[in-house]
């Protein structure tokens, strides 16, 4: 069973660009998350995602992030300013429903400068 | 207060150790129990998870639930070179929907 695939694996940018993240779940999952882990923390959850609608975006920042969940399958996440503060991993997790294990890919590294 | 507080370490052991790996919760709605592992530049994978209070095994691995304490533990034996990487805390309330309140995570490396 292929894993959840994220690209790029590796970004920097200068602040205030723009970037985008993808992600291909696991064949058949209905839930994609969107993490961000910052150095030295535990991921935080940005966006879940049950086949195409929003479940949970309480916690993103709706103001320069955006992510959509088009025909339920991929998805991509966006920063439009970065700042510096938005280095982090940005992993990307499915599963089979809400309540099932969540896989997590391996994530894209930002550096903002 | 944080939802989940797991002291980040580092852990530096000999092969062969037992490991402690340690999370609070200030949450007592919590009710499932998870424990990922972590390799550099990795995503985390699911180690062992837990519904109740207790003790669970899975070979080498321990994954204990105190309720009452709102405290979890990771026990790794015989530990290995292999076993070197970053564990996560992570738990939730089923009940509110599935997100994921993770710990900051507890760095380990083994000596061989």
């Known amino acids: 069973e292929a894993g959840v695939a994220q690209s790029p694996r590796y970004k920097i940018i200068e602040k205030r660009q723009s970037v985008a993240f993808w992600c291909n779940p696991i064949?058949?999952?209905?839930?994609l998350y969107w993490y961000q882990q910052i150095l030295g923390q535990g991921p935080k959850l940005l966006i879940q995602?049950?086949?195409?609608?929003?479940?949970?975006d309480s916690q993103l920042p709706k103001d320069r992030f955006s992510a959509e969940r088009l025909k339920g399958v991929d998805s991509t996440l966006k920063i439009q300013p970065a700042k510096l503060e938005d280095s982090a991993v940005y992993l990307c997790?499915?599963?089979?429903?809400?309540?099932?294990?969540?896989?997590f890919g391996p994530g894209t590294r930002l550096t903002v400068l | 207060q944080k939802e989940v507080e797991q002291d980040p370490g580092p852990l530096s052991v000999p092969e062969g150790a037992i490991v402690s790996l340690n999370c609070t919760y200030s949450?007592?709605?919590?009710?499932?129990f998870m424990w990922y592992r972590q390799y550099s530049r990795k995503g985390p994978e699911l180690l062992m998870y837990?519904?109740?209070?207790g003790n669970k095994e899975d070979g080498r691995f321990t994954a204990q639930v105190d309720k009452s304490s709102k405290y979890i533990s990771l026990f790794i034996r015989d530990s290995q070179p292999s076993d070197s990487a970053t564990y996560l805390c992570?738990?939730?309330?089923?009940?509110?929907?599935?997100?994921?309140?993770f710990g900051t995570g507890t760095s380990l490396t083994v000596i061989p």
């Open positions: 997790a499915s599963s089979l429903d809400w309540i099932s294990e969540q896989f």
């Open positions: 064949s058949g999952h209905a839930t």
């Open positions: 995602f049950q086949n195409n609608g929003v479940v949970d």
């Open positions: 949450n007592s709605a919590f009710q499932y």
């Open positions: 837990t519904y109740s209070s």
């Open positions: 992570a738990m939730t309330n089923l009940n509110t929907g599935n997100q994921f309140y």
